[in-house]
């Protein structure tokens, strides 16, 4: 089974520009999630998609990022204009629906990672 | 919010066993995931643990206590290939929160 692939595996781009990053999920993980690690940081919650509709996107930073899911299956990310501080790895994950354990307890189901996409804004 | 602190670095023998711990402080618990990831790659998925108690798999394990807030996994019989950075991830409404990471070194 494939796992999560993203592309570009590496983008250098100069401050103004606009970057698209693209996020292909595990087939039939209907939860797909962004992330991104800055440097010397920890991997920070961007948002999160169930199908094509945003779950939660409180993690992203401001209005010149926008993620898009059309269809349900991948994702793209864009970034315009792109900031130095934008620079960063960009991670993508993906899962099945949560089960349903014992009681009302849910089981959170695995977030698979992609390898990531190391973006430089210069 | 959500807060998650574990060791920055740790070195450890080829062979021998070590404990890296984690501890969080949390809004809202889902779960606890520890993560491997070797510089370059992808965060590999290694343990879950939502219960209090020791879940093993294989020469890891991981450890939960909720009413503590404290999780530690164990890797033991150490190899050169486990050298790598371990992630702590807290699961709270489906969003991973995840500690800085622990880089691991194994030394021969």
């Known amino acids: 089974e494939a796992g999560v692939t993203q592309f570009p595996s590496h983008s250098v781009i100069e401050k103004g520009q606009t970057v698209t990053l693209r996020c292909d999920p595990i087939?039939?993980?209907?939860?797909l999630y962004w992330y991104r690690r800055v440097m010397g940081k920890e991997i920070k919650f961007l948002l999160h998609?169930?199908?094509?509709?945003?779950?939660?996107e409180s993690g992203m930073p401001n209005n010149r990022f926008l993620a898009e899911r059309t269809g349900g299956t991948y994702s793209t990310l864009k970034v315009q204009p792109a900031e130095l501080e934008d620079s960063g790895v960009y991670f993508c994950?993906?899962?099945?629906?949560?089960?349903?354990?014992?009681?009302?307890?849910?089981?959170?189901?695995?977030?698979?990672f992609g390898p990531g996409t190391r973006l430089l804004v210069l | 919010g959500q807060n998650i602190d574990q060791p920055t670095e740790m070195t450890a023998t080829e062979g021998a066993i070590v404990q890296i711990n984690c501890t969080y402080q949390?809004?809202?618990?889902?779960?606890l995931f520890w993560y491997q990831q070797h510089a370059g790659e992808a965060p590999t998925f290694l343990s879950y643990?939502?219960?209090?108690g020791l879940e093993e798999k294989g020469r890891f394990s991981s450890f939960l206590s909720r009413s503590k807030g404290y999780s530690y996994l164990l890797l033991k019989e150490l190899q050169m290939k486990d050298s790598a950075s371990y992630l702590c991830?807290?699961?709270?409404?489906?969003?991973?929160?995840f500690g800085t990471g622990t880089r691991l070194t194994i030394i021969p």
């Open positions: 643990n939502v219960l209090d």
């Open positions: 998609f169930v199908k094509e509709s945003k779950q939660d």
């Open positions: 949390t809004s809202g618990f889902n779960g």
């Open positions: 087939s039939g993980h209907d939860n």
């Open positions: 994950a993906s899962s099945p629906p949560p089960r349903r354990a014992s009681g009302t307890s849910l089981f959170q189901e695995t977030q698979y």
């Open positions: 991830a807290v699961n709270g409404n489906e969003k991973l929160t």
